[in-house]
């Protein structure tokens, strides 16, 4: 008899036990192409974030504020002078957090953002990555003209290892860097194409692409300009934020020309 009490007992346990692991849920929902819009959509438009990165002589985390920009396939990258703070702990450790995200109206944990969790490794004055990434580094931030080219100012560059999103209340995601960055199969083709064509259309088509960015983001501003465009999509500009339209589908360099003239309802 006792030995059946016993075993009741622990049958019972186990039981409990069970009905709590059943309980549990996972707060990391299913990554879906709808989350993976969103989070180039978030990275594409970013122009600020808020940087972590490690003190060397205590190890503790420090966070500033500083003003980014991603390349042609997403990757980002930032602008900083090596007399700051962060830019001397980078010299000792690379590994950083980089939050992405801009609260708007109302409750500010109700909005997007991300995490993007990698390295930050510092260009070389002469590496010919420093021009394309200068170019699109300027159309995001035309103030920057002033000290772009001050000899204590860098490139640094984002070694993508995995993304940490937030879409708002309940819409966490572990998303890899194949969910947040474009092929780089024809890159060193594409940032040439891209910039060209960013400076013709500015030029030639600026009444096209402010009645199309208007229309589009529903935003009154005075002067929209495109600032860049790549296989998956175009960035436009009101002169406050970045607004990311996307393609129906990824389209070679070659052929984004004939495709931005037909979506801004340019006469070819």
């Not at 039981?15 to 989070?39: C, N």
């Not at 010299?91 to 801009?102: A, C, F, M, N, T």
């Not at 609260?103 to 390295?119: E, Q, S």
Request: charged share 30%.
């Amino acid at each position: 008899m006792e030995i059946d009490k016993i075993q009741e007992s622990e049958q019972g346990q186990i039981g409990k036990s069970e009905v709590g692991m059943e309980k549990k849920i996972d707060p990391i929902r299913e990554t879906t192409d709808e989350a993976r819009a969103l989070a180039k959509k978030l990275i594409r438009s970013v122009r600020f974030a808020s940087l972590a990165v490690l003190e060397p002589e205590t190890g503790y985390p420090i966070v500033s504020r500083v003003g980014v920009s991603s390349d042609v396939v997403g990757v980002p990258f930032m602008l900083a002078s090596s007399l700051s703070n962060h830019s001397q702990c980078l010299e000792q450790d690379q590994r950083v957090s980089l939050l992405i995200g801009e609260p708007g109206k109302g409750d500010p944990l109700a909005h997007p953002r991300l995490t993007v969790i990698g390295r930050f490794e510092r260009l070389s004055k002469g590496d010919p990555l420093c021009i394309e990434l200068r170019n699109r580094y300027l159309m995001r931030h035309p103030k920057a003209k002033l000290y772009v080219d001050f000899a204590d100012f860098d490139w640094y560059r984002l070694h993508v290892e995995r993304v940490n999103m937030n879409g708002g209340f309940g819409k966490a995601f572990l998303l890899d860097t194949e969910d947040v960055l474009s092929s780089d199969e024809e890159r060193e083709q594409l940032a040439a194409t891209a910039h060209d064509l960013v400076i013709r259309m500015n030029e030639r088509h600026a009444d096209d692409i402010g009645a199309f960015a208007s229309q589009t983001f529903k935003v009154g501003a005075s002067k929209w300009g495109l600032v860049s465009v790549d296989g998956e999509g175009a960035d436009f500009f009101d002169g406050e934020a970045v607004y990311r339209h996307f393609w129906d589908q990824t389209v070679p360099a070659a052929e984004l020309e004939k495709l931005l003239m037909q979506t801004l309802g340019c006469s070819v």
